[in-house]
């Protein structure tokens, strides 16, 4: 991407990808949705190096019935971490 190719700032590329992984953890564990096309177009990094997502036309809904049991294997202490 081209926030990679000109970052060289290891503390703004850990901001980022904390941020990406937020954003799917918020869609994932509290809108039971997820951005289902998520390739490097359909983000942008401003110049405050906030995350911007693009593009919300294809998202999916996790059901209960493969979300509930799916993430019972999981510790939920790991979830809230």
Same mark, same amino acid.
């Given at each position: ?13 850990? #901001? ?16 039971? #949705? ?25 998202? #999916? ?14 510790? #939920? ?5």
């Amino acid at each position: 991407s081209e926030f990679t190719a000109i970052n060289t700032n290891q503390e703004v590329g850990d #901001k980022i990808g904390q941020a990406l992984w937020d954003f799917y953890m918020y869609q994932i564990h509290v809108l039971r #949705k997820v951005h289902a096309d998520p390739h490097p177009g359909n983000f942008l990094v401003d110049d405050q190096n906030q995350l911007i997502a693009l593009d919300f036309g294809c998202m #999916k809904q996790i059901p209960d019935d493969f979300y509930i049991p799916y993430f019972e294997l999981i510790n #939920k202490n790991i979830i809230t971490d």
